[in-house]
């Protein structure tokens, strides 16, 4: 048993049927599904709005959903995922000008809040904030693509957000995202990690094994 919780990135599923890719990796056992938001401006590339997060609600997806904002300006979006059935909101306090009102305004509207620091982000974001925070999610690779190779620095820099999180005695969870596969898991978790992002290894392993299903691949996590 993984003492770590799958989160698939959807970026990496078919999007011509993307509530049965959804349905099929949760019933392979995965715990929460991974939203990636591009917006052509803070990340030069162009995915998926609160639209798409409604729509897989309204398909009967009851899992949390966590959605990753690659987004400038943050706040305008936040109040569009709150009532798209968001439950984790993260964002890039690069890309925001006042994030203790950013985290304001996901609580605000009963969400769970999130800070995501790409590789080169120092972690002293979180300085002011840790109160406010039930999410830190390491990038390990830079934002904008699936399939890119995970970055061996993100260990190190893992093991000093698990050591703030606990400092903290908060229920903060600590996720990574970018490059995890089979070969990686276990040093991540070792790291400290505790909510895993996988996006190709997931859905491309899936869909060569078997297009509808994704149980050897999590279950091999
Ligand atoms: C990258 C996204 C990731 C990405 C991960 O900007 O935030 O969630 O989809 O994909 P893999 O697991 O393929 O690196
Ligand atoms: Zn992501």
Known sequence: T?????????????????????????????????????????????????????????????????VHLMVRPVDRLIGDFIEAGATYITFHPEASDHIDRSLQ????????????????????????????????????????????????ATLAKLREARQRIDASERAIRLEVDGGVNIDNVAEIARAGADTLVAGSAVFKAGRAADPHRYDTVIRDF
């Open 2 to 66: 993984r003492d770590f919780l799958i989160a698939p990135s959807i970026l990496s599923a078919n999007f011509a049927r993307l509530g049965e890719e959804v349905d099929n990796v949760l019933a392979s056992g995965a715990d929460i599904v991974h939203f990636d938001v591009m917006d052509n401006h803070y990340v030069p590339n162009l995915t998926i709005g609160p639209m798409v997060c409604e729509a897989l609600r309204q398909h009967g997806i009851t899992a949390p959903i966590d």
């Open 105 to 152: 305004l996901i609580h605000d509207g009963g969400c769970k809040a999130g800070l995501v620091f790409n590789p080169a982000t120092p972690l002293s974001y979180l300085d002011y904030v840790m109160d406010k925070v039930d999410m830190v999610l390491l990038m390990s690779v830079n934002p904008g693509f699936g399939g890119q190779a995970f970055l061996p």
